[in-house]
């Protein structure tokens, strides 16, 4: 035997284990436990608890006046994109012109 045929042997066999290897697999039962019995049904008749203080109807229309007027004193600020629109067109202005007294001369 050669080395050579070694190779081709390996080579031959790599596809046809990584094929087989594929057909082992773990039991569903360890993949995913299932639920823990207790030993009783559960009591779907009590009210789930809150983890933190609700919010009373006071609070929330507070909180969300606080966001509304915070909202309008953004929108009343002056944008960026206003301005730069206008540089935007004066700078396409002199651009045009600077290339056609380029051209002309």
């Known amino acids: 035997m050669t080395a050579s045929g070694n190779m081709r ?4 066999l790599a596809p046809v284990l990584a094929i087989v ?3 082992v697999s773990a039991s569903l039962e360890d993949a995913v436990p299932g639920a823990r019995n207790t030993g009783s049904y ?6 789930p608890r ?3 203080e609700q919010l009373t ?4 229309a507070d909180r969300l006046a606080a ?3 915070q909202r309008d004193a953004q929108n009343a600020l002056p944008t960026a994109a206003a301005n730069d ?3 935007l067109k ?3 202005k002199s651009h045009a012109e600077d290339t056609l007294k380029e051209i002309e001369n």
């Open 57 to 60: 109807d006071e609070e929330a």
């Open 42 to 47: 559960p009591n779907l008749n009590i009210p």
């Open 50 to 52: 809150a983890e933190t």
């Open 21 to 23: 290897s594929g057909c």
């Open 9 to 12: 042997r390996m080579w031959a």
């Open 67 to 69: 966001l509304k007027t």
């Open 85 to 87: 629109v206008n540089r």
């Open 90 to 92: 004066k700078l396409k």
